[in-house]
């Protein structure tokens, strides 16, 4: 099945032919006035340099004014194998698809909304033959079954021509055209990106790259470069301070000699003022009883950190060099 952008908006159809699989580009004279497109030929020549196939209106009152129409616009410099002549289908539309054919001209005849209809433009030679799908349905017709009787007409009876499926509201849309079996299908660029959105896949997707992250990366390379350390003679008060500071729930506490004397957070904060009341503010970090600190050096894997957070149920783990701390760790961290 074909997949077209439908647009005649230059950023989204920049931004839609980077996937580079799409066929073509269909465009309308009503998409360009809401772009506030004023030069229309101008316009027509930029895009066909941009896509593979550009799919364009030519208007007229009779076979001859659409043919005569098509002809100036080939003028303009499209290619004539590359440029599909969209045509709203009329007895005069049909004929001039028979015309235009017969010069070799490829043709969308559209504004297609019964099997009659598309009968015409199917026998006239039509390249393409367009049921308008969302508009329809927005007038209450059995629109699907209508793009199904279509595609059975082309097989049934062996005509040179692909149905498009139209005017496309959303994904159900385009399943819809799958299982129908249409040969060619247009779709806005909003509905396109939402064709391989699925939650599952989404949350599939990060666990590999988090599982990816904790097998390739080392402690040192996740932290976030701040040291958040205090020496062991720093009151409560102003370790506090040093929190905000360092942006972190904890922070490790160090002795003179540089070591590791233990790790002061936001919880036992709470914990202190909690059982000794305010009067613990006045006290230094070294008045303070620390349980053994739970460390990892910086070249260990994430891996390691990982489960490090796993068996002993902590938020932040001291990240060391030799024994001496070079940073903290954040459970968030394994995440980034």
Do not use: W
Request: with cysteine; proline share 2%; glycine share 8%.
């Amino acid at each position: 099945m074909e997949l077209y952008l439908d647009s005649a908006n230059l950023k989204e159809i920049e931004e839609g032919f980077k996937l580079g699989f799409l066929n073509g580009l269909t465009t309308t004279p009503t998409f360009m006035q809401k772009e506030g497109i004023t030069d229309i030929d101008g316009t027509i020549v930029k895009l066909s340099k941009m896509v593979p196939v550009l799919q364009i209106e030519a208007l007229g009152n009779t076979a001859e004014e659409i043919l005569a129409e098509a002809e100036r616009q080939l003028a303009l410099g499209l290619s004539k194998e590359k440029t599909v002549f969209k045509i709203p289908v009329s007895l005069e539309g049909v004929r001039a698809c028979k015309l235009l054919r017969d010069k070799g001209l490829l043709v969308n005849v559209h504004l297609v909304y019964t099997l009659q209809q598309a009968y015409m433009a199917m026998h006239a030679g039509a390249t393409y033959v367009c049921p308008l799908v969302g508009r329809l349905q927005d007038q209450g017709h059995d629109a699907l079954s209508l793009v199904e009787q279509c595609v059975d007409a082309v097989d049934l009876y062996g005509y040179n021509t692909k149905i498009m499926f139209s005017s496309v509201r959303h994904t159900e849309h385009v399943r819809n055209a799958i299982n129908i079996g249409v040969h060619t299908i247009t779709v806005p660029l909003k509905v396109m990106k939402q064709l391989t959105e699925n939650n599952f896949t989404t949350v599939g997707t990060d666990q590999f790259i988090m599982d990816t992250r904790l097998m390739m990366v080392k402690v040192k390379e996740a932290i976030n470069g701040t040291n958040p350390l205090v020496s062991e003679d720093t009151n409560i008060t102003d370790a506090i301070i040093k929190l905000t500071e360092f942006n972190f729930g904890a922070i490790t506490v160090i002795k003179k000699d540089g070591s590791i004397k233990g790790v002061f957070t936001d919880g036992s904060l709470r914990k202190l003022i909690g059982e000794k009341g305010r009067d613990i503010l006045t006290k230094k970090l070294s008045d303070l009883e620390y349980r053994e600190p739970i460390c990892i050096e910086g070249e260990a894997l994430l891996n390691e950190a990982n489960s490090l957070f796993k068996k002993t149920n902590v938020d932040t783990i001291v990240v060391t060099k030799n024994g001496k701390p070079v940073g903290m760790l954040d459970i968030q961290d394994l995440k980034s």
